[in-house]
């Protein structure tokens, strides 16, 4: 381990095409669709808010010509009259500039109801797409959710696509009003000269491939940084989280990972800085042309006013429209390259929600014979893009009343065991049996109801001491009741009695008035957890007092054989004090079972339990 960050792969170019490029936009009926179903009012007030937007420029660039042509007349006839402008007039121009005042207040209602309708949008199509993805998240394997590169597909769709949904319609409606106005605004021009419409539409052309190129070229480089990106932030986490504070100031790891974390940033910035560069600089050079077109049609328009060809007023209109209208295809073009880029992102969002996950196809309650217990039958487990399996042809017979104990290195297939059963993992081969019934035919929640499970890395959520215990059983969650009962069984009680609050003390860190526990205390509620499911007959303790002293260990375990004379309970424990208290103890290593039976038996065997077990007992000596 150094400073310098791992190295990347060199980024992307993609290479574009029209055929390419229109591909891209099969996400913007999708879009449309989420949008409608999110708020199909909002929704519905955005379009004709967008046509009223689209319409109004055009009109009030129409009736400003008519005030100066007004005026003009007016002037006209003051200067040829004998008598001083009366009432009359000016009425026309008056009425006119009154419209004009509507029409502009009108104008910026619309702006402003626009806003606001967005703003909404967004609120509510934020919170939408970001339950859409932690819904998805819930229906996942584990197997997902070890796979590195399932984890950049998630960054991905949580950085940048909760927020696309939006901006793809925010962009459409930018599109429809602009193209409303430009037809309005072409209406109008096409009386001066069609040629003037025409110079109008080609002049953002140039422009607008440039940014559709580097659009996908930003895209590009937005896939190819997540790794890196997920890398920085874990970074950060590491850096900036309490439970990691005292090693990274005990071992001065500090400016070793701010190193990294800087080494990453010069390498995307370099990327990105450069894309930025060539993306204005383009953008400059080719805006230039729709520059030299409006200074041309300037000058059209001027020549022709000057030779009596259109009124005063009428120049004001056209020079109005061409400038209105050169913004309009600026826009336009804008838009339809920003739904090029929203499309693309909006890919990110899809990739995940469609992540194929195979649907749980069991739905049965019960099995045909309670008195069987659990059975392993030739079960093998590979982990996906592992070459060698986890384990091999595991064979295994449990029975209600009976307690078994998982011993073998870390990393023999031990916790690989338990996530099989609690069918965290599927088998790739074999099966395995509850109650005479395969695990894949059992309905999930009521499978997962029978089993209560400690991992040895269980999660210390922020929450209350109750809730803590209370995850065990969501159905039961805020049950006070259930917690009491469960923290007895799980010999917690008589600590959470001392705490402040009691079953209501905030843990952890993250929020005020919040309490650390020590390391047995924190196994002492995971213990409480799994009790919280009342109904449970096979309980899964994986390590479940490493942090314990060993007194408290064996205080715990003979607790724990009296509260499960007529369950089954499986262990896995490196102490071998409790271990030997096993009906039946299974050795693995590198995933075959290599011994069973009981302490007696294995230790006349003379194998590899008898030979870990008199090392652990000489340290004891």
């Not at 009012?41 to 689209?54: K, M």
């Not at 009296?562 to 009906?583: G, K, N, P």
């Not at 590198?590 to 008199?614: C, T």
Request: aromatic share 10%.
């Amino acid at each position: 381990m150094n400073g310098r960050p791992p190295p990347l792969p060199e980024p992307p170019r993609p290479d574009g095409g029209v055929a390419g490029f229109f591909r891209v936009f099969r996400y913007s009926g999708r879009a449309l669709r989420l949008v409608w179903s999110t708020s199909p009012l909002l929704l519905l007030f955005l379009v004709l808010l967008t046509i009223a937007a689209g319409v109004l420029p055009a009109a009030i660039a129409y009736v400003g010509a008519r005030i100066v042509d007004a005026v003009v007349a007016a002037i006209a006839l003051a200067q040829g009259a004998a008598h001083a402008g009366g009432w009359r007039d000016y009425r026309e121009v008056l009425e006119w500039v009154a419209l004009e005042g509507v029409v502009v207040a009108a104008a910026g209602g619309t702006t402003r109801m626009l806003s606001l309708c967005q703003a909404l949008l967004r609120i509510q199509l934020g919170q939408r797409v970001n339950v859409m993805i932690l819904e998805k998240a819930l229906t996942l394997t584990l197997t997902h959710f070890e796979d590195s590169e399932f984890y950049d597909k998630l960054n991905r769709a949580r950085r940048e696509a909760s927020v696309r949904p939006l901006a793809l319609i925010i962009k459409t409606s930018s599109l429809a009003q602009n193209a409303i106005s430009l037809l309005s605004y072409g209406a109008l021009l096409w009386q001066f000269s069609p040629w003037a419409v025409s110079i109008l539409l080609i002049a953002g052309v140039p422009s607008f491939i440039a940014e559709a190129k580097y659009s996908g070229q930003a895209f590009q480089l937005f896939r190819w940084r997540s790794p890196a990106t997920r890398m920085q932030n874990y970074l950060e986490t590491v850096i900036a989280r309490e439970d990691h504070a005292k090693e990274v100031k005990l071992f001065g790891l500090g400016p070793l990972l701010l190193g990294r974390y800087k080494g990453i940033y010069d390498k995307l910035y370099g990327e990105e800085r450069d894309l930025a560069v060539r993306r204005d600089g383009w953008g400059f050079a080719l805006g230039l042309i729709g520059v030299c077109a409006y200074y041309g049609a300037y000058a059209w328009v001027a020549i022709a006013t000057v030779m009596a060809r259109i009124t005063l007023g009428q120049m004001t209109m056209y020079l109005a429209l061409f400038r209105n209208g050169q913004g309009a295809v600026t826009a336009i073009l804008s838009a339809v390259s920003g739904m090029y880029e929203d499309n693309l992102y909006l890919s990110t969002l899809y990739e995940y929600l469609e992540t194929p996950v195979t649907p749980p196809a069991g739905d049965a309650l019960k099995g045909p014979d309670p008195r069987d217990g659990i059975r392993f039958e030739h079960v093998y487990f590979t982990y996906p893009g592992a070459d060698e399996p986890a384990l091999h042809d595991i064979d295994l017979h449990i029975r209600p009343g009976e307690s078994l104990a998982l011993v073998g290195e870390n990393g023999a297939g031990k916790t690989t065991l338990i996530k099989l059963l609690t069918r965290l993992y599927v088998p790739t081969r074999g099966r395995i049996l509850l109650d005479g019934l395969d695990l894949r035919d059992w309905n999930e929640d009521a499978l997962r109801a029978r089993i209560g499970v400690i991992f040895q890395d269980f999660a210390r959520y922020q929450f209350t001491v109750g809730e803590n215990i209370g995850v065990g059983d969501v159905r039961h969650f805020d049950d006070e009741a259930r917690w009491r009962e469960a923290a007895d069984k799980g010999m917690a009680t008589p600590f959470v009695e001392t705490l402040p609050q009691k079953f209501h003390t905030q843990l952890g860190k993250w929020f005020r008035e919040g309490r650390e526990l020590s390391g047995g205390q924190w196994q002492k509620i995971a213990l409480s957890r799994a009790f919280m499911r009342s109904e449970a007959d096979v309980l899964v303790l994986d390590e479940p007092t490493s942090a314990m002293d060993a007194g408290a260990e064996a205080e715990i375990f003979a607790h724990f054989r009296a509260l499960m004379r007529d369950r089954i309970a499986i262990l896995i424990s490196h102490r071998f004090s409790t271990v030997r208290m096993a009906d039946q103890i299974v050795v693995i290593d590198n995933g075959h079972i290599v011994e069973r039976g009981d302490h007696a038996a294995l230790m006349k065997v003379n194998g590899i339990y008898a030979h870990l077990f008199s090392l652990q007992a000489r340290g004891y000596q």
